[in-house]
């Protein structure tokens, strides 16, 4: 069964400071692997998509990294805003499509900066 | 241009009374897809539809929740004799062709609250 985990469920960190977030996934066989950004009471929106071949992709501030063969992503805020403050939410796709298109979506880590 | 719509944002029933929730997507975009998200928890995959193929049913949770599509553009989903536990944000995404590598749009939703 394709399954995605993202660690840690939630995180509070100081305005300015730098952050890391994980997405474990197996989801078989790979296509890409996306990071959303949810902010509160809005859809989430796309932050960065990576495929087999890439291992790092930079937004801005934030930086995501993929290693297929342990099948493990980042996300890695820098310098942090009160604005990051919002869920984030990894959505890994299938090539062989199926229920949902083959995508996968992680409950993801609800992110807060704090003054 | 105009994102996804939805509408209404917050709809508050009564138990057994029958809800519909309404999602226009971005024009031109084939693909329409919904979900429900509860609070804490992640994107719960409902139904998918892409161009004239018949919908991927697979995510809905019972025979009391029903979408559907006309001419490839709006879609409704209904909810018959809505129950507690149908309590949720009900969120629309659209994408130009099958997500896989596309990315999708979401709605801002609608906050579904059953007394």
């Known amino acids: 069964k394709n399954q995605v985990e993202q660690s840690p469920q939630s995180l509070i960190i100081l305005e300015g400071k730098n952050c890391t977030l994980q997405c474990n996934y197996t989801v078989s066989p790979f296509s890409n692997l996306r990071w959303y950004k949810q902010d509160t009471g809005r859809g989430p929106v796309s932050l960065t998509i990576?495929?087999?071949?890439?291992n790092t992709k930079s937004n801005g501030r934030y930086t995501a990294t993929l290693d297929a063969d342990t099948k493990q992503s980042s996300l890695h805020i820098t310098a942090s805003q009160l604005s990051d403050s919002a869920s984030y939410i990894c959505?890994?796709?299938?090539?062989?499509?199926?229920?949902?298109?083959?995508?996968?979506f992680g409950k993801g880590t609800h992110l807060i900066i704090q003054p | 241009g105009a994102g996804v719509s939805q509408s209404p944002s917050n709809k508050v029933t009564e138990k057994g009374k029958d809800v519909e929730l309404r999602c226009d997507p971005i024009s031109g975009h084939t693909a329409l897809y919904w979900y429900r998200q509860s609070l804490g928890q992640g994107l719960e995959f409902l139904i998918y539809f892409q161009g004239n193929s018949a919908p991927d049913k697979s995510g809905l949770p019972s025979d009391r929740f029903s979408a559907e599509r006309t001419g490839g553009s709006v879609s409704t989903l209904t909810i018959q004799r809505t129950q507690q536990e149908d309590s949720a944000v009900y969120l629309c995404?659209?994408?130009?062709?099958?997500?896989?590598?596309?990315?999708?749009?979401f709605g801002p939703g609608t906050r579904l609250t059953v007394l």
């Open positions: 990576m495929t087999f071949s890439e």
């Open positions: 995404a659209s994408s130009p062709h099958a997500a896989g590598y596309n990315e999708q749009f």
């Open positions: 959505v890994v796709s299938a090539y062989s499509g199926g229920g949902a298109d083959g995508l996968t």
